[in-house]
């Protein structure tokens, strides 16, 4: 991060990531001094609805005026993605009056900020993206952190970290940390010494599965299943909830007309690269197969409500299996 910028923005698509993330910018800006009397915390930390919107009032209050006793005041404002017109022209004044001595950190994972607030935040300050729900950008969250760690993971041990967290790259920070006072800053880790810190393991989000469904790998497709129902991960009630949205959605756009992903994603409310996966799934799909699915995945619903002696994994199982043959074959 840039040492001296005034104002921060943390945005990200996932809270914990971008919680992890304002940890290391809040740890930058405080230093030695003492956090409680330095850091003043605005907002409901994510506890309201993202369509209430968010008071500002006293977050820029506090931004716009010079410390007492202090060096230096840090306000942090959550969840800024519910702020209005009215507050972003607050937060945007509040920039050319603040004092050198005052820093405002903000935080947003959901919701959508102004184009002129975010525009403010590059002029007057910093903007950190920790978007992590594409595949490239969650290497590259992952690459850069294991960077900069106080300790160094040798490339089995990256791969493994990778492999252990799925999707759960809020908790990398704080391993990383532990990993630093057990072995000591610098530290090269090899996967034995990485082993026994891990934990439980991260989940695996659903395009994981969807993927290797869509390319008809079934024995891919059910090690995927095993690893998402793994201990303390997903149910197969929740598995087969996710597919059931997942192909509802295909199923909308069959002939909705829409001529791309960006067009499917506005019509389905999604960001654009689910919207490019679904718009091409849809394409490869036919109107009999998406039924076929749908009713495949009714039946599974069905069985696990009863219908079935089978065990919920092997439902699941049985399901997978099923919609990687059907979706998968030409």
């Known amino acids: 991060?840039?040492?001296?910028?005034?104002?921060?923005?943390?945005?990200?698509?996932?809270?914990?990531?971008?919680?992890?993330?304002?940890?290391?910018?809040?740890?930058?800006?405080?230093?030695?001094?003492?956090?409680?009397?330095?850091?003043?915390?605005?907002?409901?930390?994510?506890?309201?609805?993202?369509?209430?919107?968010?008071?500002?009032?006293?977050?820029?209050?506090?931004?716009?005026?010079?410390?007492?006793?202090?060096?230096?005041?840090?306000?942090?404002?959550?969840?800024?993605?519910?702020?209005?017109?009215?507050?972003?022209?607050?937060?945007?004044?509040?920039?050319?009056?603040?004092?050198?001595?005052?820093?405002?950190?903000?935080?947003?994972?959901?919701?959508?900020?102004?184009?002129?607030?975010?525009?403010?935040?590059?002029?007057?300050?910093?903007?950190?993206?920790?978007?992590?729900?594409?595949?490239?950008a969650k290497k590259k969250y992952l690459s850069e952190h294991l960077k900069s760690a106080p300790v160094r993971l040798n490339a089995a041990a990256a791969a493994a970290l990778a492999e252990h967290l799925g999707e759960d790259l809020g908790r990398l920070g704080g391993l990383l940390d532990t990993l630093a006072q057990a072995y000591g800053d610098g530290v090269t880790i090899d996967p034995a010494m990485l082993e026994p810190f891990l934990g439980a393991r991260g989940n695996v989000p659903i395009y994981e599965l969807t993927g290797k469904i869509e390319d008809g790998k079934v024995g891919e497709s059910l090690?995927?299943?095993?690893?998402?129902?793994?201990?303390?991960?997903?149910?197969?009630?929740?598995?087969?909830?996710?597919?059931?949205?997942?192909?509802?959605?295909?199923?909308?756009?069959?002939?909705?007309?829409?001529?791309?992903?960006?067009?499917?994603?506005?019509?389905?409310?999604?960001?654009?690269?689910?919207?490019?996966?679904?718009f091409a799934l849809s394409k490869k799909m036919d109107h009999e197969k998406i039924v076929k699915a749908l009713n495949l995945i009714g039946d599974a619903d069905l069985d696990l409500k009863g219908m079935s002696g089978l065990s919920e994994q092997a439902i699941a199982e049985v399901l997978v299996t099923r919609l990687a043959r059907e979706v998968g074959s030409n």
């Not at 937060?91 to 959901?110: G, H, I, N, Y």
């Open 223 to 278: 090690n995927t299943l095993t690893r998402m129902m793994g201990p303390g991960g997903t149910s197969a009630h929740q598995v087969v909830a996710l597919l059931d949205k997942y192909f509802t959605r295909v199923a909308r756009l069959d002939g909705s007309g829409v001529r791309s992903g960006d067009e499917a994603a506005e019509l389905l409310g999604v960001s654009s690269f689910p919207g490019k996966k679904l």
């Open 1 to 136: 991060m840039n040492n001296t910028a005034q104002v921060i923005l943390v945005k990200g698509d996932d809270e914990a990531v971008v919680a992890s993330e304002l940890r290391i910018v809040l740890e930058a800006l405080i230093g030695t001094r003492d956090a409680t009397l330095v850091v003043e915390e605005h907002g409901d930390g994510g506890a309201g609805k993202v369509n209430e919107v968010l008071d500002v009032a006293t977050a820029v209050d506090a931004f716009t005026t010079a410390p007492f006793l202090m060096d230096r005041r840090i306000v942090v404002l959550r969840d800024v993605g519910r702020v209005n017109a009215d507050g972003a022209k607050q937060l945007l004044d509040s920039m050319a009056q603040a004092p050198e001595t005052c820093f405002l950190v903000m935080a947003q994972w959901r919701g959508k900020m102004p184009v002129g607030l975010t525009k403010a935040v590059n002029a007057h300050g910093e903007l950190i993206d920790v978007a992590v729900s594409q595949g490239a």
